[in-house]
């Protein structure tokens, strides 16, 4: 059974950092794009960022590039996201998810992790 755990969200005041962690397991996801989303409160789902489980490439959404970081550990099958300057409209509940390469279809999803982000 395919599990995604995400952790480290929290509240924090604008400007502050978070990293957080999605533990991916049940599968070898070798094959796997592995993607953060995040949800704010009123307002849907939105891509923030992705990157392929065996190799450097990565994408962000326009409103996090140059502030957020996305990585994995293949050692350890975990993929983070660091999150610097962070901006109220940061906030949302933030969700871990993995598609299969050539998919366009996230078809696994984290149970997701708060992030406050207040002024």
């Known amino acids: 059974q395919v599990q995604l755990v995400e952790s480290g969200g929290g509240s924090v005041q604008t400007g502050a950092s978070l990293r957080l962690s999605c533990a991916a397991s049940?599968?070898?996801?070798?094959?796997?794009?592995m993607g953060w989303f995040r949800q704010a409160p009123g307002k849907e789902r939105e891509f923030v960022a992705s990157?392929?489980?065996?190799?450097?490439?990565?994408d962000y959404a326009a409103s996090v590039k140059g502030r957020f970081t996305i990585s994995r550990d293949n050692a350890k099958n975990m993929v983070y996201l660091g999150m610097n300057s962070l901006k109220h409209e940061d906030t949302g509940v933030y969700y871990c998810?993995?598609?299969?390469?050539?998919?366009?279809?996230?078809?696994?999803w984290g149970q997701g992790t708060q992030v406050t982000v207040s002024s």
């Open positions: 998810a993995a598609r299969r390469v050539g998919s366009t279809a996230y078809v696994y």
């Open positions: 990157i392929y489980w065996n190799d450097t490439s990565t």
């Open positions: 049940g599968r070898t996801f070798s094959s796997y794009r």
